[in-house]
Every structure is written in structure tokens, then in C-alpha cells.
């Protein structure tokens, strides 16, 4: 019996499998493609986190640097994320690892490649941070060089505006709070520094394209946490340090201590990070409700057509017009608040010392 057209037939079964599995392949992959293209809320809501390039006015630009420390604590500095990528050391686009920086050659004990040990990179978050201060100095020498040049004339423009916003921050939120004028005078620095520092951010957040850094839970910890320093720091030094341990047994015996101080020194902690959630959420929800607007243009067009696309696109464009002039007021009143109530925790902590400057002040009176 002869096997030729067995073995034909086998080759035609092959050739034909082959054939599908091709097919299926390339049907996968042009799925895959199209399923990449799709437009979704996730993808939407992935650009407000951090990023290697600076974003604004609806623009990326590479011009932030990449520092990278790696496992063997060799320093690793690249102008921006494009040379980065072509030195061949680390990549932003591996397939294990989509939009993380790793490395192309080293790996992690579970196979997996390896992130840098240390990322000290200059971020889009950073780079909005140095804005701010840059931004905030200017508008201080502004108006410090125009109360130099003419210190009797009455302030005019900024000038105005930053004297308004001083008066207002020292006489209704700091003074009535921390209870002394010198204690006012001497907080008003930092209290300044968060007002106008928030409110910076805030308002750059704002721009078209941009982000919010006050959005971003380690900025909002790093004030928070400069808030707990400053608030415990005022409380030795003008209460005492017995009086500070005295305040964390809330007047209670000191045999219930065991009890007392940790409730308390959870308080302590408990208040500065209410601070750090409050900021982050509320400037977070504003952007992502205004995200989402705009998203439904893009979804419905996607789902239902362009003609339903359109439909919808005036609805939502007035709402995220509302929702944008109600993220201008948050601004501002997210800064006032962060900083009336680090000016309340300062009298919480001082008790009944605040209203005098100094523990030994008091006692010298008696």
C-alpha cells in the first residue's frame, strides 16, 4: 500500500492548520492593536499621575532629567528620557514592565527586569514645584523692590494683592489662632510659605495640560509632615518640654498614662495626616470629575457614534466649565484651610500657654 497520498494529505492538513493558526495570529494581534486604541476611562485618568517629561499646555516636553542609582549603587545620569533610552541601559517600553523605567540587561530574583534601586529623576510634579517657588519669589521681590523704592506711597498692583493676602493671612487666620503678636510674626514665614505655595499649585494645576502637584500624595506628606515639625517645635520651645509631656496625658492622672499618651501621640500624628488626605482628595476629585467630562465625549462617540458624540458634547462642556470655575475656588480655599488649620494646631498643641509668648516669660511674671 502506498503512503504518498497519506502523506500528502498530512502536508495539505499542516499547510492548512499553519494557514489558520497564521490567521488567528494576525486576527489577534490586529485585535490586540485595536483594543490598545480603544478609548477607555483608565487611559484617560493615567495621565493625571507623575510623569518624565514636563507636561502643560496640552505638550510633552522632554527636558526633565532621568537619575537613576542602581543595584550596585553606580550613579546613572541621562539630560532627559529620550537619551535615556537610547543609551540601551534602561527602557520605559518593556513588555514585562509597560511605563516603568527597568533595566535591559539586569534582573530581579524573580526573573522579572529590574527597576533602578534609587530613582532621584526630576519629575513632572518636581518641575511644577519649581515653578511655584520660582513663581512665588518673583512675585515677593516684586513687591518687595517697589516698598523699597517708594515705602511711603500706597501699594499699587501686585503689590496691593500680596499686602492684602499678607494682612488677611496674619490678622484672621495666624494671630486669632497661635494667640501672641510675637508668635504670629514669628510663624508668619512658613504660613505665608504654605499659603502661597498651595495656592501656586493650585492655580497651575489649572493651565490646560497640566497636572496637579498638590494632587500627589508624597507633596502633600511632605507638607503635612513640615506642618507636624513646626507645630511640635513651637510647642517645646514656648510651652516647655514638661508641659508638652503633661499636654499628652490630657489632664488625666499619670497612672493612666499607659493608656493616655498613646491616644494622644496618635492625635498628634493623626492630625497632620487629615491635612495630607484633605489636599490630596479634594484636588484629585476636581480633576478627575473634569477628566471624566470630557471622556464622554470620546465614549459615547466611540460606542454610539459621532453623530451621539457630538450630541453630548455640549452638555458635557458646560458642565466641565462649571466644575472648572468650582476647581478656581477650591484652590483658594484649599490653601486657606491647610493653612488656618496648621495655625490651629499650633494653639491646640501650646494649650493654655498660647497666650503668652514664652514658658519662662510666664513664669518671670509670677
Do not use: C
Not at 496691593?160 to 510675637?182: A, C, F, M, W
Not at 495656592?199 to 506628606?221: D, E, F, Q, R
Not at 453623530?307 to 453630548?312: L, T
Amino acid at each position: 500500500m502506498s503512503t504518498e497520498p497519506a502523506a500528502n494529505h498530512d502536508s495539505a492538513t499542516t499547510a492548512t492548520a499553519a494557514h489558520h493558526d497564521t490567521a488567528h495570529a494576525a486576527g489577534a494581534h490586529g485585535a490586540t492593536a485595536e483594543a490598545s486604541d480603544k478609548f477607555t476611562f483608565n487611559k484617560l485618568l493615567d495621565k493625571l499621575g507623575d510623569h518624565h517629561e514636563l507636561d502643560i499646555f496640552f505638550g510633552k516636553f522632554e527636558i526633565l532629567p532621568v537619575v537613576l542609582v542602581d543595584q550596585y549603587n553606580s550613579l546613572h545620569v541621562y539630560p532627559n528620557l529620550h537619551a535615556m533610552e537610547e543609551s540601551g541601559e534602561y527602557t520605559m517600553h518593556h513588555p514585562a514592565a509597560p511605563h516603568h523605567i527597568v533595566s535591559t540587561t539586569m534582573q530581579d530574583a524573580g526573573g522579572a527586569p529590574a527597576g533602578p534601586k534609587l530613582d532621584l529623576s526630576v519629575t513632572n510634579f518636581v518641575a511644577y514645584q519649581w515653578i511655584a517657588m520660582i513663581i512665588v519669589t518673583i512675585v515677593f521681590a516684586v513687591a518687595r523692590g517697589r516698598y523699597k523704592k517708594n515705602p511711603i506711597s500706597a501699594p499699587r498692583g501686585i503689590q496691593n494683592v500680596v499686602e492684602s493676602v499678607v494682612l488677611y493671612v496674619h490678622d484672621q487666620i495666624v494671630r486669632p489662632n497661635v494667640g501672641t503678636d510675637k508668635r504670629a510674626m514669628r510663624l508668619m514665614p512658613y504660613m505665608l510659605s504654605l499659603f502661597f505655595f498651595i495656592l501656586t499649585l493650585n492655580l497651575i494645576s489649572l493651565l490646560p495640560g497640566a497636572h496637579a502637584a498638590t494632587g500627589a500624595l508624597p507633596v502633600t506628606m511632605a507638607l503635612a509632615t513640615t506642618t507636624l515639625l513646626v507645630v511640635n517645635y513651637i510647642a517645646f520651645k514656648d510651652a516647655g518640654v514638661g508641659s508638652w509631656f503633661k499636654h499628652l496625658l490630657g489632664g488625666a492622672p499619670v497612672y493612666i498614662s499607659p493608656i493616655m499618651v498613646p491616644i494622644e501621640v496618635v492625635g498628634i500624628i493623626t492630625k497632620p495626616f487629615a491635612l495630607m488626605i484633605r489636599l490630596f482628595a479634594n484636588m484629585t476629585a476636581g480633576h478627575i470629575v473634569l477628566l471624566s467630562l470630557v471622556g464622554l465625549i470620546f465614549f459615547f462617540a466611540q460606542e454610539m457614534g459621532e453623530v451621539v458624540g457630538w450630541g453630548v458634547a455640549p452638555i458635557s462642556v458646560l458642565f466641565s466649565v462649571f466644575i472648572y470655575l468650582l476647581e478656581l475656588l477650591v484652590a483658594f480655599l484649599q490653601a486657606y484651610i491647610f493653612t488656618m488649620l496648621s495655625a490651629v494646631f499650633v494653639g491646640l498643641a501650646l494649650g493654655d500657654h498660647a497666650a503668652h509668648d514664652h514658658h519662662h516669660d510666664h513664669a518671670a511674671s509670677h
